[in-house]
């Protein structure tokens, strides 16, 4: 396997404490299948937001065994957040990052430093309480606190799409990459 693209679920995604509580919903596994299914040349690795020290170790250890050659990542939400730090973390160790895709990112911060109540805590304040533009729930999710990566020059794009329509999101971020700014590589939706 040369190249790899990871899929970071975000809150109640895949296996943390609010999946615990209302079953995981598994959004990023689907994104994942579908792009397994189209992309035959690419690996698609499904993990979780919770997972993030796992998949930060693993990538680096394929790295250097000559395992990986490409290196893409996904994420969604709290797994979009997730997705940004692994990919400064591997930056700052000397692992490239072709790709860098978040599908309405989420900061957990400030409540995410906090142990266990931070996450109860920025569970709350993330909860989806506006529309989009077309009247679809949970359209402002991620918007509260602005977009994350804006700031470092991130090409970011809006479409109309509720805050768990990752597919659709990966689906519009996958062709605007052939529209990215020359040397961007980092997408972001919402």
């Known amino acids: 396997m040369s190249k790899v693209e990871y899929f970071i679920g975000g809150a109640g995604d895949k296996g943390d404490w609010i999946s615990l509580a209302g079953g995981a919903t598994n959004i990023m596994k ?3 299948l579908n792009r397994a299914r189209t992309s035959a040349d690419i690996d698609c ?14 990538i ?3 790295w250097q065994s000559g395992k990986y050659k490409s290196i893409r990542i996904t994420g969604h939400s709290w797994g979009g957040k ?16 072709d790709e860098l895709i978040t599908l309405d990112p989420i900061s957990m911060f400030p409540f995410g430093k906090i142990p266990i109540a931070g996450n109860l ?3 709350i304040v993330t909860l989806p309480t506006l529309v989009t533009n077309s009247g679809k729930s949970g359209g402002y999710i991620a918007n509260v606190g602005g977009q994350l990566g804006a700031e470092n020059g991130a090409h970011n794009i809006e479409i109309d799409a ?3 329509d ?8 996958r062709k605007e990459m052939v529209n990215a700014p020359l040397g961007s590589r980092v997408i972001g939706t919402k």
């Not at 919770?50 to 693993?58: A, G, N, R, V, Y």
């Not at 997730?82 to 990052?97: E, K, R």
């Open 162 to 164: 509720p805050h768990a």
């Open 82 to 97: 997730a997705a940004m730090d692994l990919a400064q973390d591997l930056f700052n160790s000397g692992v490239p990052v």
């Open 166 to 173: 990752a597919q659709t999101m990966y689906n519009r971020a």
């Open 121 to 123: 805590l920025s569970g």
């Open 60 to 62: 680096k250890k394929q």
């Open 30 to 32: 689907a994104v994942s």
């Open 45 to 58: 690795i499904y993990r979780g937001h919770e997972q993030e020290q796992e998949i930060l170790s693993d």
